[in-house]
């Protein structure tokens, strides 16, 4: 079952969704840009993907579901298991009789589905509905698998016995059994899927005076997620190093790499141990097996500063700096540019420390300092195999920072993170780290500061600032400048004051999983004018840089965020916690 290009616009125009010369206009710049005619209408602001989907649904005759308020039976939602679902994007959510109503993305998936009519003496009524219902669904499987691990590890836990030796005592055989033993391959086991099932990007599990605390960053924001009996912690530390392929006896910090098969797919995981006051703290980073579909409007970017990336990405050379700290979008930023720019024309190569995700047709080299095979030889490797595309995963280095600049202005595209506070920063701290100014100006082509913040879910609820905090508010961004650009990409109404402009929050009371579900990023991309790329060249102080990067740029990170505070993407205390001031 499909809507043809030509059903679509005759029911728009119709319905007066939008007006035919718009729908002419959002046609063309499809075919110029060989993109989607469903991506462009909701890029150009056309329609938001829910209600392109409800016009499909109509038009197919088939109805359309908001999952965000239904309260799915787990033992409903498990008639469908939860690698198919994700898979093809279908939630089985009320069952009356023989009758199991199917929510799915798109209905071409159907028969990817069929398998559970015969299996359970079901018939399916499908329905169609959106990825925010479908993310919604699919927090009742976290929910109940979490209620299964949580069973599973208090069982095998309180089995297993204090181990009677300090394990510096124990021998070589003893160690292994230790290591070896299938209560405690479960209870890691099960920490390990729970955490890859809930999206986290770290595993934390650090023994304490009276317990073995595990915590997840989720978002880039630490989360408890379960506290263990203190006794099992040396086992989860043996456990955790054979399968890293460790040394059991080492005390001192050891780094490995091991891959975990679930239900919910394939994942390596890198581990880090470390000696700390109480025992061996453990840190797991995942990296997921490859990374796809991910568009830079799904990551919340938006407006003139899209525009403005996507001229950048398409040009044949140039520095792209993706700037931000620690755990906050810097990778998903750059491999959602390489997914997008990875075209059999073109060929990529990338310099990475960890490589987070493996992707078709791009050669990734692994760094490797204890080895010598660090950046700055990576890069120099990388820079000669004929690539039209670098990226290297952090410019931490002058020498790094210098290969790429030179890359970048001998007919490389080249993508860069760069640990920055802000755009104008990232250009600064190259500065700082010795790149000649005029190499430098002449290769930089954007800047793109960036931060993640939590989603609002459906269960919101408007407000209005305050007096008081409008005032407080205008002391951090122009409030009249932010009104204007709100007005003017339609997020408003154009008589809009800004005591009439709602903020939003979470409902009071509600489930506590649908006040925020998922996340999205904030951002703000400076260009490379001709006064930024004087200043830069002419070894301008810190602070001209910086007030130059952000006139050329559209928003800043504070203002993009406030105005998705007001579009209720997010909330204002998400904003303000993100960004340090």
């Known amino acids: 079952m499909h809507v043809s290009e030509t059903e679509l616009i005759d029911f728009l125009i119709g319905t007066g969704l939008a007006s035919k010369k718009v729908l002419i206009e ?16 909701i890029t150009r602001g056309i329609l938001n993907d829910r209600d392109l989907r409800r016009a499909k649904s109509y038009l197919l005759g088939v109805p359309f579901v908001d999952l965000s308020g239904e309260r799915i039976d787990f033992k409903t939602l498990s008639y469908v298991p939860e690698p198919v679902s994700r898979e093809h994007n279908a939630v089985a959510y009320r069952r009356t009789g023989d009758t199991l109503e199917v929510a799915f993305l798109d209905l071409a998936t ?32 976290r929910d109940g698998l979490r209620n299964e691990f949580g069973q599973t590890i208090e069982t095998e836990a309180r089995g297993l016995p204090e181990m009677k ?58 989360h408890d997620a379960a506290i263990l009996p203190k006794h099992i912690a040396p086992r989860i530390a043996l456990r955790a190093k054979q399968v890293a392929g460790l040394n059991l006896r080492d005390k001192l910090p050891q780094d490995g790499k091991f ?23 453990l840190m797991f980073r995942v990296l997921s097996e490859s990374a796809s579909g991910f568009t830079l409007e799904s990551l ?59 992707m078709a047709r791009v050669q990734q080299s692994q760094v490797d300092r204890a080895a010598g095979f660090d950046f700055p030889r990576a890069l120099r490797a990388a820079a000669t195999q004929d690539a039209d595309i670098l990226m290297s995963s952090d410019l931490g280095d002058a020498e790094s920072a210098k290969i790429a600049a030179a890359a970048a202005l001998s007919g490389e595209l080249v993508l860069a ?38 989603k609002l879910g459906p269960g919101r609820e408007k407000y209005y600032l305050t007096k008081d905090e409008l005032r407080s508010l205008g002391h951090l961004v122009p409030l009249e400048k ?33 006040k925020y579900q998922g996340h999205i990023g904030l951002y703000e991309v400076a260009t490379m004018t001709p006064r930024l790329r004087e200043l830069v060249a002419n070894g301008a102080s810190r602070t001209s840089i910086t007030e130059e990067a952000r006139m050329s740029g559209q928003l800043s990170l504070l203002e993009d965020g406030v105005m998705k505070a007001v579009q209720g993407l997010t909330t204002i205390e998400e904003v303000l916690r993100a960004i340090t001031l």
């Open 26 to 41: 959002a046609q063309a710049e499809a075919e110029k840009l060989n993109l989607g005619f469903d991506r462009v209408i």
């Open 110 to 141: 159907l028969p990817e589905v069929k398998f559970i009519e015969r299996a359970h003496g079901v018939v399916i009524s499908p329905r169609l509905t959106d990825p925010e219902s479908l993310k919604t669904a699919l927090l009742v499987y």
């Open 259 to 281: 891959t975990v098969e679930t239900n919910g797919g394939r994942a390596t995981m890198r581990i880090h141990t470390s000696p700390i006051a109480h025992g061996e703290k």
């Open 482 to 514: 932010l009104l204007e650009t709100m007005k003017e990409e339609g997020v408003v109404a154009t008589d809009s004051t800004w005591d009439k402009v709602p903020f939003w929050k979470p409902k009071p009371g509600q489930w506590e999983k649908l």
């Open 165 to 222: 030796k300090d394990p510096a005592a124990l021998t070589d055989s003893e160690l292994k059994a230790h290591a070896e033993d299938a209560r405690t391959a479960r209870i890691l086991g099960a920490v390990l899927t729970h955490a890859l099932l809930s999206k986290a990007t770290n595993i934390h599990i650090e023994p304490t005076d009276s317990s073995l605390r595990v915590r997840y960053r989720l978002g880039g924001v630490m």
């Open 417 to 454: 993170g760069v640990k920055a506070e802000s755009a104008a920063e990232g250009i600064n701290a190259l500065i700082d780290l010795g790149v000649d100014k005029r190499l430098l100006s002449s290769a930089l082509s954007a800047s793109v500061g960036m931060r993640v913040v939590k």
């Open 300 to 358: 919340g970017m938006r407006g003139r500063a899209l525009e403005a990336l996507e001229k950048a990405l398409h040009a044949e050379e140039g520095l792209i700096l993706a700037c931000a700290p620690a755990a906050s979008g810097k990778s998903t930023f750059l491999y959602t540019a390489l997914d997008i720019l990875n075209q059999p024309d073109k060929t990529i190569h990338t310099v990475e420390d960890p490589i987070e995700y493996a």
